[in-house]
């Protein structure tokens, strides 16, 4: 029984010993029709098992009729086992494109979405070999050309190819495909016929001892019948795992692409052909978005010219120490998390377009009208002054600019402030009025920067109008936290920073990351006007003395320091 063809209708018949073995019977019963023959009052009879039933004394004609029936019954049983194989191969097909589908829909590098797209065509087909083409166009959607981009093969796994241009015309297979939108299924490329308008190029099999026989070339096609690329299969195979190392192996074991192969293939294509539209869709929706960035970048700093580069390195560094971080196993950060905390970094400060210009660009303590102001105060006094109280009406101006630099002491300069603020000189309506009003004396008093209270808590607000401006962006799923990430690089780890003193857990840790890269890089700026850069030594000397104080977190300083994410 082990040497039956299961391909052929065929007929067993058992004599009355065999019948009684009943498992080796029900082995076959599935394939082949079995009849018995022996004595019908035999209770061993399987009758479940048997076709049909020949007595022992039967005539001629009678065990003829039988067999016959039988042969029909076995033809029967043939179809039904073909079309459950039929139907359970097509499941596992179908549950296999469902499953590639799924795969390819989630993929959003195009690189990687190609290769599991050529992957899975090698693999359904038995393909030995393979390759993608992608479609060029122009800015208005116009296609030029086919650019190669990727090459796989089983039997030459190592090939040095790089990228390469076809033009989309009948010459080639690829460009054939691409222009007419037709797939080409070819038994053997070197015997194509001689009224066809394209042709195997055979350099590739010259130079490297291949020989390419079938193919298989098909359009990638979206749902508007647009096509996106093309999908070339190479050499279909009896077995997959055949390595056709000379052409004896090939002209053996390489068979053409029968119309099941081409089914399978043609849906494939058309699900990465959908998947190749979203994925240059993505990109382009990411070419957009960093356009934006970049542009709100630039209106930031064209309000704050001193700042300029200030966002870039921010979100440079922070992204530097989170993957430091990462390959330290400490915290995990994916790529979506990495570029979450990068688009945080560039637009942390984007909120300044809502602070007053003049506070945002004070570079000294008095704005540059109350300078003049003040000047045309000691103007009126001086025309009818003498010559030694012009002088003193000099040195006093004089202590009033020294008080309007931001890196002065001020203690040092209370003496002369008093002496300025007890001087008054008469307007044009006579009206007796002092050389300093109350607002530049609170100004002149400021003991360290430019701003006053109100000033810095006007500077401050950038990060809450930071926070409202980022909210409003539809960001998608992967990038939902950037706003909650730049909304508390100003807050510290013991609650005493701003705008909400949040502390501990509360701060995300990529706004931590954030804050480091942000401090260290104010203290260092060259560009700032009301200070002096600090060097990167005393910088990190004044982070580590923050993060001793409860402000910054000490860990990622230290790694910040040890991994000197610093140097740009």
């Known amino acids: 029984m082990t040497a039956l063809d299961p391909g052929r209708p065929t007929v067993v018949v058992v004599d009355a010993t065999a019948w009684r073995d009943r498992s080796a019977l029900a082995a076959i019963a599935e394939s082949v029709a079995i009849v018995a023959r022996g004595s019908a009052d035999d209770d061993d009879v399987p009758v479940d098992l048997i076709a049909s039933y020949i007595p022992a004394d039967a005539s001629r004609n009678t065990v003829i ?6 042969f029909r019954h076995a033809a029967a049983l043939l179809t039904v086992h073909a079309a459950r194989a039929s139907e359970a191969r097509r499941y596992r097909e179908l549950t296999d494109l469902t499953h590639i589908g799924v795969a390819l829909s989630t993929e959003r590098n195009l690189l990687t979405l190609l290769e599991k797209i050529l992957t899975q065509a090698r693999r359904i087909s038995d393909s030995d070999a393979g390759s993608i083409y992608l479609v060029e166009r122009t800015e208005d959607g116009n296609p030029t050309s086919l650019k190669f981009k990727l090459s796989q093969n089983f039997s030459l796994p190592n090939l040095p190819l790089g990228e390469f241009t076809v033009p989309i015309d009948h010459g080639s297979l ?3 495909a691409a222009a007419t939108g037709e797939a080409l299924v070819i038994d053997d490329v070197y015997l194509l016929p001689g009224d066809v308008t394209y042709k195997q190029n055979r350099s ?32 279909r195979k009896r077995g997959a795992d055949t390595r056709l190392s000379d052409p004896d192996i090939t002209a053996r074991e390489v068979v053409p692409y029968d119309h099941r192969s081409v089914e399978l293939v043609t849906a494939l294509a058309s699900q990465g052909a959908v998947a190749i539209e979203n994925s240059l869709l993505y990109e382009d929706i990411e070419r957009l978005f960093e356009g934006f960035v970049t542009a709100a970048v630039t209106a930031i700093e064209s309000r704050d010219p001193t700042t300029y580069g200030h966002s ?16 330290g196993g400490r915290v995990r950060f994916s790529r979506e998390q990495l570029r979450e905390l990068r688009y945080a970094g560039l637009l942390h400060d984007f909120g300044k377009v809502g602070v007053r210009e003049q506070v945002l660009v004070k570079q000294k303590k008095l704005y540059p009208l109350n300078v003049d102001l003040i000047r045309l105060r000691f103007a009126v006094l001086a025309q009818t002054a003498d010559d030694a109280a012009r002088a003193e009406l000099d040195r006093l101006f004089q202590a009033v600019l020294s008080a309007n630099e931001p890196s002065l002491d001020a203690q040092r300069q209370n003496d002369a402030l008093a002496a300025v603020a007890s001087l008054t000189y008469q307007d044009l309506d006579g009206e007796c009025r002092p050389v300093l009003t109350n607002d530049e004396q609170r100004w002149l008093s400021i003991a360290r920067g430019t701003l006053d209270e109100h000033e810095r808590r006007e500077i401050e607000s950038h990060v809450t109008h930071t926070y409202r401006f980022l909210q409003r962006i539809p960001w998608t799923r992967e990038l939902r936290h950037v706003p909650e990430i730049a909304f508390a690089h100003h807050e510290k780890l013991n609650g005493h920073g701003y705008p909400r003193a949040i502390a501990g857990d509360a701060i995300p840790v990529q706004a931590r990351i954030m804050t480091i890269a942000d401090i260290y890089d104010a203290l260092t700026a060259a560009d700032r006007p009301y200070k002096r850069a600090v060097s990167p030594e005393l910088a990190l000397e004044i982070l580590q003395r923050e993060a001793k104080a409860g402000e910054l977190d000490a860990d990622l300083l230290h790694t ?3 991994a000197r994410v610093y140097v740009l």
């Open 204 to 235: 590739f099999d010259e130079k490297f001892g291949y020989r390419t026989k079938s193919m298989l070339v098909l359009p990638m096609k979206t749902h508007r019948d647009e096509v996106v690329g093309v999908l070339q299969l190479l050499n």
């Open 174 to 176: 690829a460009g054939y």
């Open 312 to 327: 870039s390195r921010v979100a440079q560094m922070s992204v530097a120490l989170a993957e430091v971080v990462d390959r």
């Open 65 to 70: 009729a039988q067999l016959r029936g039988a």
């Open 560 to 562: 910040f320091i040890a």
